[in-house]
DNA sequence: CCACATCTGTAGTGAACACTACATATCTGG
DNA sequence: CCAGATATGTAGTGTTCACTACAGATGTGG
């Protein structure tokens, strides 16, 4: 038996177009029609792909933390925990002021609140967001027992910080804030990481004694 | 001539509860039938008296930074940046947790994206968290004028940076983040603030020399 | 008690929404 | 070249949306 006529799109290159509308107008701000239309393809097509919007939504999702967690690699290569802090938050800065992609960060962007029956929405965004968090936690662990954060600091907490930072600068880079902006927050926001640096403690201590 | 049917629901009450179930389901989530249903009237009575859906959000934002304008006069009431910022941080996370209100923050869940059509409404939230950052801003300045901030810092970065974690903080608690996690986070922000205080430069200078 | 003005409840309005039936087109395996 | 399988484009489907026409109710000023 055949296996049927070949599709004629790219599902890549259209998930990348749909992307783009969740990120700019949220999952229920977009519609139908402009997903299709930024896609190039009729309706039929995106349900016999995608199964139904939510469905598009995760695979447009799946597609963005892909991309995402090869800079998050990146990030907890850093050397110290001050390191990782600075070039997660720096790179945001960038990354959320970029003119190529819509302000802002499609984990945030994507429907922080819904309406009835979408509910679970807000909740897969919050599941990648806590994705982050982990990768970010393991690594401030791990800073910990190599003795470059301080005895006294919390690895979790340290990484629900920085997510709450990253969370916060995408909800203002799309209401406009420029990367200078941002910028100064990350950099602000750094020395609270810095605070918990076994480093930062030595400093200290040297000098009183 | 004579004065009309006087309206027979409190229009404060009433708003309350739209602000609600705004603050739950965002601007575009609300549906007319689950607001009027919230505000026990009847269409014909939210339109003669809020005009639309729109002017409806806006009365809620109206009071809901009325209130919120009592506690952030309190907050920068406090003696220096380093306390501001706590009790700002500190009572967010209590605040955003409480379980006589939705989690999060309305200016937050009402409405980051929207759909064609409401594209006004982030801004409109986006005007009233500028308020907020605008008043923790001249206070830091009055902070840098009497030394309590050193020289080299910058009050509109720390308020911008300030009010970025108070927004990240609301995300987290709408999708799910305990009181707890949040106190952890503002209490590690709250270090960022006191990296800038004069006091600790002195601390440090003092242990120095 | 009457003219007028405003509110309220019932019952809709047209538009936009997510989603799909169906006929047609294009492939593979035999 | 045919049968089965999947994709596509057209043209809808029913539902839900924000919003309102209208008639009756309830007030004030004369």
Redesign the interface.
């Known amino acids: 038996m055949g296996m049927g006529r070949p599709r004629e799109f790219d599902a890549e290159m259209a998930l990348d177009q749909a992307m783009e509308v969740f ?4 999952y ?4 139908i029609a ?1 997903l299709t239309e930024a896609m190039g393809i009729n309706p039929p097509s995106l349900y016999a792909c995608f199964g139904n919007k939510e469905g598009l939504l995760k695979a447009a999702l799946d597609r963005y933390t892909k991309l995402r967690g090869v800079w998050m690699d990146e990030v907890v290569a850093a050397p110290t925990a001050r390191e990782v802090a600075e070039r997660m938050l720096m790179g945001i800065a960038d990354k959320q002021t970029d003119p190529a992609n819509p302000p ?1 960060c499609l984990l ?9 029956g ?1 509910e679970n929405v ?2 897969e ?2 599941a990648r ?1 806590a994705q982050n968090e982990d990768q970010l936690r393991d690594r401030f662990v791990r800073a910990k027992a190599e003795g470059d954060l301080k005895e006294s600091a ?1 690895p ?3 990484a ?2 920085v ?7 995408g ?2 880079a ?4 420029d990367r200078e ?1 941002l910028r ?2 990350a ?10 640096s076994a480093a930062e403690e030595r400093r ?1 201590a040297g ?2 004694g």
């Open positions: 990120w700019r107008h949220g229920e701000g977009a519609t402009q802002g945030v962007q994507g429907g922080i609140a819904c309406g009835t979408s807000p909740f965004l919050a967001r919390d979790a907490a340290l629900r910080y997510s709450a930072v990253a969370v916060g600068m909800v203002m799309s209401s406009g804030a902006a100064q927050v950099d602000v926001a750094v020395q609270a990481v810095e605070a918990q200290v000098l009183r």
